[in-house]
């Protein structure tokens, strides 16, 4: 076995023919990086957009001298250094620990892992390709590093990565992922790279990457993945000076912007869906925003330009998609898909992590790229929106994330050293996502959101070894954050400690279950369609009709989202697994130490772990320096205080073996072993004091509970003008009567009106009656869905086909009988 390659070794292997090539010189200390030298090539329009890449993939606009950059670009420069070191080209392998040559080349996992050594070769040369050109790196147009990327890159090809080889493993590897890295490398050592490597490389691309990839939107070319494609065949173009290959990448963007109504892509009501089944704005719908943000950026200007005008709307999706689910610059987890699952890496040294933070400032510099794009009217907003997120993320500083890029670090600076530029606060409201099974909602001080599953939409995903106990995220998980606390309950080694059996909100039975069950990419959906809800961009009635994964069980649950409280109502539970079934009102991380007082009815309980206790019957709860929770049905509530330890390795088999420990503070139901139409009713009330919390419990007439059964599901806040049902079934529930199965909301304002919002979670109906005893003078406004309106001493509306609203909320406005009006808001 020979040693690794050194910085001699190289010039030594390679001899006259590296010495003879033309080092690029360093990029000036005043910038992150320039074009090439005008003298070294001709000055034609593939040369400008191969400098406008350049730029694109390096960032500009900010000073090596400065910080982060500076500390960044040293450390750029030790782990090129680094992997130039211990390079050693063999047969199959660059890294003696990135063997690519898969001895039994087919697509099952193992063969999944020798295709991802490939792309991770390539990420380990575009790395050294970064850290000779960029200056501050101590690299600079080192000619020992400018070799062995160029040597690195032909092995690759001689080896592996050529016109005769065929794909094995992961097609992503050889359609995205390594040609990707490989062309970028080829447009930052473009100087160095012979004309006839620069073909061959492209023949490559061209032989992995055929025009017909684009062909037809479907299968894996679709939504983020399409984007990528095309991001490959237009760098293809530019590298290799071809306008067709420009124009295909360009004009294969168009199938991307129109809105989808099933499958994956952009809907009209902000979902963003991929792998036909998942949830994925936060990861794919990432990579597709900072894709098109890349190539509307590259053509701009140019002959190839983007000029379909379809492309609004991903710009209006900025603030209709990806705004919805970004919280004090977090990304929330329920529409990542299994990104959450990836934390640390089990081949990366640095322990970086990745987490619901780290993929929210990808997005942030992905909507300030995409902003280059917009009208000036959205770019300037977009960027203050930036800022306001970037301002807001006191847990983890968008400029001290490691794990960011350089260009998208600069593109950040640029917003928080802009001081002409004002942040825009967090929006307050509610948005219903139908066509994902996701709703979000903001209040001032706090933010929530609850992640369902229906045929839609998975109970989770899983594949590549990946999220392999996200089991029950889909079962009703109810996320929260304050707006200066609790930002970290995610982000803080959640997943891998803990318990997956025990999620926030969900209504879970215990029988256990494998790693994966259920199935890789989405093949575990249950068999229903009431999931969603009616909302007034204010308030919502949300619920699901849950079916266990793997299991017998089955619940009708109900989340009110209101003011300061989210009530939460579970109804019908019942299961025949032979085990227990729990339903967690919270599982709060305390982090490695924390002692966070529990107070139950005025009584503070121990802090010390192990701790746990049966609280059935209990009126409220309040955890310190996170919020309280009123019981109005606590029927089987415990507690739970204790420290777990876990591996990202357990979730995630590409994650670090490294055990990890946390405590947590839980409550939650134990419905019993095999219960039969159990059920619960608790308030949950972000960032409240102990106080607070004790005098909303005493409140009895502050939400009174209409029903909840597995027929009907509902409440009336009377201080709120609010009522709220969720109809599993036609029938009556307070002063409401439903036909048919139906989520409905009603908001009484002062002005004397009132807002009535109907939906069809399931998809199904082809009529509706809805009657509202309450006087009401006159309709102001209804959708065509409403075929009839009668007013008088009640409502009665009559909606016609249903089925193809896609369950959106139809809003109908009246006004409110004088006479009555004062009665009704008192006293419902």
Same mark, same amino acid.
């Given at each position: 076995m020979t040693t690794a390659w050194t910085r001699r070794g190289f010039l030594h292997v390679t001899g006259s023919t590296a010495l003879a090539l033309t080092i690029a010189a360093p990029a000036p200390a005043a910038g992150a990086a320039t074009t090439k030298n005008s003298t070294t090539a001709a000055e034609d329009e593939f040369d400008t957009l191969r400098a406008t890449w350049r730029d694109l993939v390096l960032g500009t606009g900010f000073s090596p001298t400065a910080e982060p950059f500076r500390s960044r670009l040293a450390e750029l420069g030790t782990t090129a250094a680094g992997r130039l070191d211990s390079m050693d080209p063999r047969a199959g392998s660059l890294w003696p620990d990135l063997v690519f040559a898969d001895p039994e080349p087919d697509t099952d996992q193992e063969s999944y892992r020798y295709s991802a050594k490939l792309v991770d070769s390539y990420a380990r040369l575009r790395t050294m390709a970064e850290a000779y050109v960029r200056p501050g790196t101590g690299l600079t147009g080192d000619p020992?590093?400018?070799?062995? =990327?160029?040597?690195?890159? !032909?092995?690759?090809?001689?080896?592996?990565? %050529?016109?005769?080889? /065929?794909?094995?493993? %992961?097609?992503?590897?050889?359609q995205i992922g390594a040609p990707q890295l490989l062309l970028d490398a080829c447009v930052l050592m473009y100087d160095l790279i012979p004309a006839d490597r620069i073909a061959a490389y492209c023949a490559a691309v061209d032989h992995f990457v055929p025009d017909s990839a684009v062909g037809s939107y479907t299968g894996t070319s679709t939504?983020? %993945?399409? =984007? !990528?494609?095309?991001?490959?065949?237009? =760098?293809?173009?530019?590298?290799?000076?071809?306008?067709?290959?420009?124009?295909?990448?360009? !004009?294969?963007?168009s199938p991307v912007f129109p809105y989808v109504t099933s499958g994956d892509g952009l809907y009209a009501d902000g979902s963003f869906v991929q792998h036909t089944w998942v949830p994925y704005t936060g990861s794919y719908g990432s990579v597709m925003l900072g894709g098109i943000g890349l190539l509307l950026a590259l053509l701009a200007g140019s002959s190839w330009a983007v000029t379909d005008p379809g492309r609004q709307t991903v710009l209006d999706a900025v603030e209709n998609a990806w705004a919805p689910f970004l919280h004090n610059g977090l990304m929330m987890d329920g529409v990542s898909g299994r990104a959450p699952s990836r934390g640390v890496s089990a081949t990366d040294a640095k322990r970086i992590q990745q987490d619901d933070h780290t993929r929210g400032h990808i997005v942030l510099a992905s909507i300030v790229l995409l902003g280059q794009g917009a009208s000036t009217a959205e770019n300037e907003r977009w960027r203050g929106l930036v800022k306001g997120w970037m301002q807001r993320d006191y847990y983890s500083p968008a400029l001290q994330d490691r794990s960011l890029g350089l260009a998208a670090l600069a593109r950040l600076a640029g917003v928080q050293n802009d001081t002409s530029l004002s942040p825009v606060a967090e929006p307050t409201g509610h948005r219903l996502f139908a066509a994902m099974d996701r709703a979000t909602h903001r209040r001032p001080g706090w933010a929530a959101s609850v992640s369902m599953a229906s045929r839609r939409i998975t109970h989770y995903e899983t594949g590549n070894g990946e999220n392999l106990r996200g089991w029950h995220t889909g079962s009703g998980m109810l996320y929260w954050w304050g707006d200066g606390y609790g930002n970290g309950q995610y982000a803080d080694a959640f997943w891998p400690t803990v318990d997956p059996c025990r999620l926030p909100g969900t209504t879970v039975s215990k029988k256990p279950l494998a790693d994966a069950a259920g199935g890789d990419w989405g093949a575990s959906r249950p068999d229903v369609t009431w999931v969603g809800g009616a909302t007034d961009g204010t308030y919502a009635t949300v619920g699901q009709h849950l079916k266990g994964l793997s299991s017998t069980l089955t619940a009708k649950k109900a989340w009110f989202l209101l003011d300061d409280t989210t009530l939460c109502l579970g109804a019908g539970i019942t299961c025949a697994d032979g085990t227990a079934v729990e339903s967690v009102v919270d599982n709060r991380n305390l982090g490695a130490s924390g002692t966070h007082a529990l107070t139950v009815d005025g009584t503070v309980r121990p802090s010390t772990l192990p701790w746990s206790a049966s609280l059935s019957g209990a009126g409220?709860?309040?955890?310190?320096?996170?919020?309280?929770?009123?019981?109005?049905?606590? /029927?089987?509530?415990?507690?739970?205080?204790?420290?777990?330890?876990?591996?990202w390795s357990d979730i995630n088999r590409g994650g670090s073996t490294d055990p990890v420990s946390r405590r947590y503070l839980t409550l939650y139901l134990d419905h019993g072993t095999d219960p039969v139409d159990a059920g619960y009713a608790y308030q949950l009330l972000p960032g409240a004091s102990a106080e607070r919390t004790a005098a909303r419990a005493a409140d009895h007439g502050r939400m009174l509970i209409l029903a909840n059964s597995g027929a009907q599901q509902g409440v009336r806040v009377p201080a709120l003008g609010f009522t709220g049902v969720a109809f599993w079934s036609g029938g009556t529930a307070g002063?409401? =009567?439903?036909?048919?199965?139906?989520?409905?909301?009603?908001?009484?304002?002062?002005?004397? /009106?009132?807002?009535?919002?109907?939906? !069809?979670?399931?998809?199904?109906l082809t009529s509706l009656t809805l009657t509202w005893n309450r006087p009401v003078a006159s309709v102001v406004a209804k959708p065509p869905t409403v075929t009839s309106a009668t007013t008088g001493a009640s409502l009665r509306l009559t909606f016609g086909n249903l089925s193809g609203t896609a369950g959106a909320t139809q809003e109908i406005t009246v006004r409110l009988d004088r006479r009555d009006r004062a009665r009704g808001r008192a006293d419902g």
């Amino acid at each position: 076995m020979t040693t690794a390659w050194t910085r001699r070794g190289f010039l030594h292997v390679t001899g006259s023919t590296a010495l003879a090539l033309t080092i690029a010189a360093p990029a000036p200390a005043a910038g992150a990086a320039t074009t090439k030298n005008s003298t070294t090539a001709a000055e034609d329009e593939f040369d400008t957009l191969r400098a406008t890449w350049r730029d694109l993939v390096l960032g500009t606009g900010f000073s090596p001298t400065a910080e982060p950059f500076r500390s960044r670009l040293a450390e750029l420069g030790t782990t090129a250094a680094g992997r130039l070191d211990s390079m050693d080209p063999r047969a199959g392998s660059l890294w003696p620990d990135l063997v690519f040559a898969d001895p039994e080349p087919d697509t099952d996992q193992e063969s999944y892992r020798y295709s991802a050594k490939l792309v991770d070769s390539y990420a380990r040369l575009r790395t050294m390709a970064e850290a000779y050109v960029r200056p501050g790196t101590g690299l600079t147009g080192d000619p020992g590093l400018g070799s062995g =990327v160029v040597t690195g890159l !032909d092995h690759l090809y001689t080896q592996v990565y %050529n016109e005769n080889r /065929t794909r094995y493993g %992961n097609w992503w590897s050889w359609q995205i992922g390594a040609p990707q890295l490989l062309l970028d490398a080829c447009v930052l050592m473009y100087d160095l790279i012979p004309a006839d490597r620069i073909a061959a490389y492209c023949a490559a691309v061209d032989h992995f990457v055929p025009d017909s990839a684009v062909g037809s939107y479907t299968g894996t070319s679709t939504g983020a %993945n399409r =984007v !990528d494609l095309c991001r490959v065949i237009a =760098v293809r173009g530019v590298v290799g000076k071809n306008s067709a290959k420009i124009a295909l990448a360009r !004009d294969a963007l168009s199938p991307v912007f129109p809105y989808v109504t099933s499958g994956d892509g952009l809907y009209a009501d902000g979902s963003f869906v991929q792998h036909t089944w998942v949830p994925y704005t936060g990861s794919y719908g990432s990579v597709m925003l900072g894709g098109i943000g890349l190539l509307l950026a590259l053509l701009a200007g140019s002959s190839w330009a983007v000029t379909d005008p379809g492309r609004q709307t991903v710009l209006d999706a900025v603030e209709n998609a990806w705004a919805p689910f970004l919280h004090n610059g977090l990304m929330m987890d329920g529409v990542s898909g299994r990104a959450p699952s990836r934390g640390v890496s089990a081949t990366d040294a640095k322990r970086i992590q990745q987490d619901d933070h780290t993929r929210g400032h990808i997005v942030l510099a992905s909507i300030v790229l995409l902003g280059q794009g917009a009208s000036t009217a959205e770019n300037e907003r977009w960027r203050g929106l930036v800022k306001g997120w970037m301002q807001r993320d006191y847990y983890s500083p968008a400029l001290q994330d490691r794990s960011l890029g350089l260009a998208a670090l600069a593109r950040l600076a640029g917003v928080q050293n802009d001081t002409s530029l004002s942040p825009v606060a967090e929006p307050t409201g509610h948005r219903l996502f139908a066509a994902m099974d996701r709703a979000t909602h903001r209040r001032p001080g706090w933010a929530a959101s609850v992640s369902m599953a229906s045929r839609r939409i998975t109970h989770y995903e899983t594949g590549n070894g990946e999220n392999l106990r996200g089991w029950h995220t889909g079962s009703g998980m109810l996320y929260w954050w304050g707006d200066g606390y609790g930002n970290g309950q995610y982000a803080d080694a959640f997943w891998p400690t803990v318990d997956p059996c025990r999620l926030p909100g969900t209504t879970v039975s215990k029988k256990p279950l494998a790693d994966a069950a259920g199935g890789d990419w989405g093949a575990s959906r249950p068999d229903v369609t009431w999931v969603g809800g009616a909302t007034d961009g204010t308030y919502a009635t949300v619920g699901q009709h849950l079916k266990g994964l793997s299991s017998t069980l089955t619940a009708k649950k109900a989340w009110f989202l209101l003011d300061d409280t989210t009530l939460c109502l579970g109804a019908g539970i019942t299961c025949a697994d032979g085990t227990a079934v729990e339903s967690v009102v919270d599982n709060r991380n305390l982090g490695a130490s924390g002692t966070h007082a529990l107070t139950v009815d005025g009584t503070v309980r121990p802090s010390t772990l192990p701790w746990s206790a049966s609280l059935s019957g209990a009126g409220w709860a309040h955890i310190g320096g996170f919020g309280g929770y009123v019981f109005m049905d606590g /029927t089987g509530l415990k507690g739970l205080r204790e420290q777990r330890t876990g591996r990202w390795s357990d979730i995630n088999r590409g994650g670090s073996t490294d055990p990890v420990s946390r405590r947590y503070l839980t409550l939650y139901l134990d419905h019993g072993t095999d219960p039969v139409d159990a059920g619960y009713a608790y308030q949950l009330l972000p960032g409240a004091s102990a106080e607070r919390t004790a005098a909303r419990a005493a409140d009895h007439g502050r939400m009174l509970i209409l029903a909840n059964s597995g027929a009907q599901q509902g409440v009336r806040v009377p201080a709120l003008g609010f009522t709220g049902v969720a109809f599993w079934s036609g029938g009556t529930a307070g002063p409401l =009567v439903a036909s048919a199965p139906c989520a409905v909301l009603i908001r009484e304002k002062d002005d004397g /009106t009132a807002v009535v919002c109907v939906a !069809d979670p399931t998809r199904t109906l082809t009529s509706l009656t809805l009657t509202w005893n309450r006087p009401v003078a006159s309709v102001v406004a209804k959708p065509p869905t409403v075929t009839s309106a009668t007013t008088g001493a009640s409502l009665r509306l009559t909606f016609g086909n249903l089925s193809g609203t896609a369950g959106a909320t139809q809003e109908i406005t009246v006004r409110l009988d004088r006479r009555d009006r004062a009665r009704g808001r008192a006293d419902g």
